[in-house]
């Protein structure tokens, strides 16, 4: 028998890639991911050392286990997608379909006529290979909650005929903005958790790799780079964000010696290639700005300014405003920041009160920066942020 | 192929199209009627009038009863539709632009249950 380990990495790096193939040979996501779970099950009782190709083995067997599943059943998607199959015997596994089955399925999963919450929860499921329960407990919502997203997605993609394909050079602007999202959301949940615990490393580190994975498949596209560049540098840092007592370490406090340099170099590579492509964008923007934090043993902040005007030129939402509000108070103090703060409308937002509060702290107005740190720490969603905020706050004491 | 109906919603309680806007949309449908159907797209589609001349037929318990006035009271209602047959959701949700754009509203694509094989 093979040892957990051993077909639990397997499993991740194979399971998306052996579905995406068989919903090609299927013509169907739900079908594929039935016979891929069968033949991991397969795997399992029968593997003693694995296979030297444990994914064409894998995508063998559950092809084979789809044809016997699909002769059993005799209803008409059975038999469209039995003779789908028979029409591809035994297609070698090629490099190159295979590379496009898996920009097929992510497309597909995260198709604009699916609801945002069944784009990610169908994307960790069938290219991440996470279990329902895995999934609920990232979100914090009930595990029916996230199985009835994922059958409904799925029916959907099956009723309303969403078709399994890369979308055309002209289509791509409309199409690849959502995936980066469900990619970065997926990251973000992972960091910054709306509630409990601070970091959930699984979702940081399944975001990172399909990023790769989709940088790898789409090499010619900068804001695939930007977001992979982006999550890196961010990842990097990781190690460094948490103190010992689980509590909120600040980029200027963060020990830098704790920073991961390979991931740190990756990501300034990976901005470099950007830059050289000149087609900038708010992903790529945005892994600039985290390429100038990691830069030696202080930030720029002028040139991190210049670039959040830059971001906000493209992208000129609340939130970019706020972060810009941040790299104000550098350059030109916290007076200016503070005056750059008012209309910024984000309701419920506890960043926003913690940064004026900071503001306020900074300018020696005690009394309204205490009664704006309590309305941060009503707002704030996790623990670590909370104690990070009450220590603030008692600082001014 | 599959059919999908491109339903357009109408909010009935906001204010009129000028005469002017009204006559533009409707050349631009039918701008967009001839592209379905030298494209073999078009199956059905026409432009419905207000929901004070529709009525309501129920059969209950063999009792046939009518009632003035759409189904559902709501301010949004079924403007106009067109039937398209394409082969996937992809190409109907391209076309559903082309016709949002022409009436000047949001366009509704739902798919047909498929046939019963014969």
């Known amino acids: 028998m093979l040892g957990g380990m051993d077909l639990e990495s397997i499993y991740r790096a194979e399971y998306g890639r052996c579905v995406a193939t068989l919903a090609r040979l299927l013509g169907d996501v739900s079908l594929a991911e039935e016979a891929v779970q069968d033949a991991f099950a397969v795997a399992l009782q029968k593997w003693g050392v694995p296979p030297p190709n444990p994914g064409a083995w894998i995508v063998t067997t559950a092809r084979n286990r789809a044809i016997d599943r699909l002769r059993r059943e005799s209803t008409r998607e059975a038999r469209h997608a039995q003779a789908l199959l028979l029409r591809q015997p035994d297609e070698p596994r090629e490099v190159g379909p295979v590379r496009d089955d898996q920009l097929r399925l992510i497309f597909t999963c995260c198709h604009p006529a699916l609801a945002p919450l069944a784009q990610t929860a169908l994307t960790l499921r069938l290219l991440g290979g996470l279990e329902v329960p895995e999934i609920a407990r990232a979100y914090l919502v009930p595990e029916a909650t996230i199985a009835q997203r994922i059958v409904r997605a799925k029916k959907k993609i099956r009723d309303a005929a969403i078709p399994y394909r890369v979308p055309d050079a002209a289509e791509l602007p409309a199409r690849l903005p959502p995936v980066l999202t469900v990619l970065y959301l997926i990251f973000n949940e992972g960091y910054t958790s709306t509630a409990g615990a601070l970091v959930r490393t699984g979702l940081c580190q399944e975001a990172v790799r399909l990023a790769r994975e989709l940088a790898d498949l789409m090499p010619d596209e900068p804001e695939v780079l930007g977001l992979l560049a982006l999550l890196v540098l961010i990842e990097a840092r990781r190690p460094a964000r948490v103190g010992p007592a689980g509590e909120l370490v600040t980029l200027a406090e963060q020990d830098r010696s704790l920073w991961n340099r390979e991931q740190i170099a990756e990501g300034h590579a990976l901005v470099r290639r950007c830059l050289r492509r000149n087609r900038p964008g708010p992903y790529q923007i945005q892994a600039a700005i985290n390429a100038v934090h990691t830069d030696g043993s202080a930030t720029d902040w002028a040139q991190v300014l210049a670039l959040y005007d830059q971001l906000f030129a493209h992208s000129p939402t609340p939130v970019v405003a706020l972060n810009r509000a941040v790299a104000v108070a550098e350059v030109h103090g916290p007076e200016t920041a503070l005056a750059s703060l008012d209309g910024i409308d984000l309701p419920g937002y506890h960043l926003l009160p913690a940064t004026r509060a900071d503001l306020l702290a900074r300018l020696g107005r005690t009394a309204e920066a205490r009664a704006t740190y309590d309305e941060a720490i009503t707002l704030a969603g996790n623990d670590a942020e909370r104690t990070f905020l009450r220590n603030r706050r008692s600082d001014l004491d | ?118």
């Open chain 2, 1 to 118: 192929m599959k059919q999908y109906l491109l339903a357009v919603h109408h909010a009935y309680d906001a204010p009129p199209m000028s005469d002017e806007e009204m006559q533009k949309a409707f050349a631009q449908v039918d701008r967009v009627n001839t592209e379905l159907r030298s494209a073999g797209i078009w199956v059905f589609g026409g432009g419905l009038l207000p929901p004070d001349s529709a009525t309501v037929v129920r059969v209950e318990g063999g009792n046939t009863t009518m009632t003035d006035g759409p189904f559902a009271e709501t301010k949004e209602q079924l403007g106009g539709f067109w039937v398209i047959r394409c082969a996937d959701l992809d190409e109907a949700l391209a076309w559903a632009e082309k016709c949002s754009r022409a009436c000047m509203g949001p366009v509704e694509v739902r798919p047909f249950e498929d046939e019963p094989e014969g």
